[in-house]
């Protein structure tokens, strides 16, 4: 069983803000698909992710291996990207410790099969309280502010107080 199956977001930007060591020192293994490496190694040549990915693969701490039901698949991409469904196919017949997954209608998905997911916010949360980051809400703010991802007022600081950062 593998520990872990990672859609784009999580290691597109784990990467971007230089987290991506410690997303390697939680879990020995991670499994993407070929629409993740597609869209991380491929089509992000050049962007956050894009190198860090492609030496993680070269060394064997993650590996590429696609969903076998081809039909799980495509049902999904009636919803969801590409790589999100390839992801939850993958974690539905490898049955994972964790699904990385960042986007809601992903996550609501996942969720419908009785996946346990976590995301780039769980991850920094996790290496908060277990002491490799010192600070939670410069992580956070590199996010927001340096790889772009969105995260609402009400659950940044929701975030903060949950690691005693408010």
């Known amino acids: 069983m593998p520990e872990a199956i990672s859609d ?11 987290c991506l060591e410690v997303l390697k020192g939680f879990y020995n293994k991670i499994l993407i698909t070929p629409g993740v490496w597609k869209e991380v190694v491929e089509e992000g040549h050049g962007r956050p992710g894009a190198l860090e990915v492609k030496e993680a693969c070269s060394s064997g701490w993650v590996k590429i291996m696609a969903p076998t039901n081809e039909s799980v698949v495509l049902l999904l991409k009636r919803e969801l990207h590409t790589g999100e469904a390839e992801t ?35 991850i920094l949360i996790r290496a908060k309280s277990e002491g490799k980051i010192v600070s939670l809400r410069d992580e956070l703010d590199k996010l927001r502010n340096e790889a772009g991802f969105w995260i609402d007022d009400e659950l940044y600081n929701r975030v903060l107080q949950s690691v005693a950062e408010e």
Do not use: C, M, N, W
């Open 88 to 122: 939850i196919a993958l974690a539905i017949e490898q049955h994972p410790d964790v699904v990385f997954l960042d986007e809601s209608e992903a996550r609501r998905v996942a969720k419908l099969y009785g996946l346990r997911i976590t995301g780039i916010i769980g």
């Open 8 to 18: 784009s977001s999580t290691l597109i930007h784990t990467a971007g803000i230089g």
